[in-house]
């Protein structure tokens, strides 16, 4: 499956900063998703997939190991938060090492 998408940047919900400050190590662990489970394609493979972003993270992407992934939060086509390299158009979902997730808000 190939993802076409282009990005809009927003800035980020105040709470989202609140969430971050409950676990100070900072340290995420990232798992892959299958893109088609988190986005929805359009019917016609041609359109591009316009993902609005809310900037980019500290983390690194574990693929391409060179772009900052960048922060998606649920949208029309996005099915639930995620986190998105736009250089090799991988999704991956971040919790903290003790087990909480790190994308709920």
Do not use: W
């Not at 282009?6 to 892959?32: F, K, M, Q, W």
């Amino acid at each position: 499956m190939s993802l076409h998408a282009s990005e809009t940047y927003a800035h980020p919900p105040e709470s989202s900063t609140a969430c971050r400050r409950h676990h100070l190590d900072g340290s995420l662990v990232l798992s892959e998703l299958n893109p088609g489970a988190v986005i929805d394609q359009p019917r016609d493979a041609s359109v591009p997939l316009t993902l609005l972003t809310f900037g980019s993270v500290r983390e690194v992407c574990p693929k391409c190991e060179q772009t900052h992934l960048k922060l998606v939060l649920r949208q029309d086509s996005v099915r639930m938060a995620h986190l998105f390299c736009a250089d090799c158009e991988s999704c991956f979902d971040a919790h903290y090492r003790d087990g909480a997730p790190a994308l709920t808000i």
